[in-house]
Nanobody, 123 residues
Framework: QVQLVESGGGLVQAGGSLRLSCAAS????????MGWFRQAPGKREFVAAISWSGYRRYADFLKGRFTISRDNAKNTVYLQMSSLKPEDTAVYYCAAQEGSMIVNTQYDKYDYWGQGTQVTVSS
């Protein structure tokens, strides 16, 4: 079992930045692929994911605005969000995928989820 706790969400103006954190506990963090997804009304999207060695994948719509990173020593994964837009408003979820080194973008490939953190971008 892995427990995931997100933090860092909040209200920000368009064009601003936020950094989300996801702290993991339980089993060996470094063996997991970690991902970020977001949920807005009627829409659930993959945002970014990172392997234990640092290989990254991003959603095409991001166009370089977000960066995912991880600190295996601290059991934490981060999502640095810049140039935020009102359409980035959503609940952001951290997820962990076990048993595979493939950096998947599908939400059903992930085994553990955090409780989510709200990000609201005002225009």
């Amino acid at each position: 079992q892995v427990q995931l706790v997100e933090s860092g969400g909040g209200l920000v103006q368009a064009g601003g930045s936020l950094r989300l954190s996801c702290a993991a506990s339980g089993r060996t963090f470094s063996g997991y692929v970690m991902g970020w997804f977001r949920q807005a009304p009627g829409k659930r999207e993959f945002v970014a994911a990172i392997s234990w060695s640092g290989y990254r994948r991003y959603a095409d719509f991001l166009k370089g605005r977000f960066t995912i990173s991880r600190d295996n020593a601290k059991n934490t994964v981060y999502l640095q969000m810049s140039s935020l837009k009102p359409e980035d408003t959503a609940v952001y979820y951290c997820a962990a995928q076990e048993g595979s080194m493939i950096v998947n973008t599908q939400y059903d490939k992930y085994d553990y989820w955090g409780q989510g953190t709200q990000v609201t971008v005002s225009s």
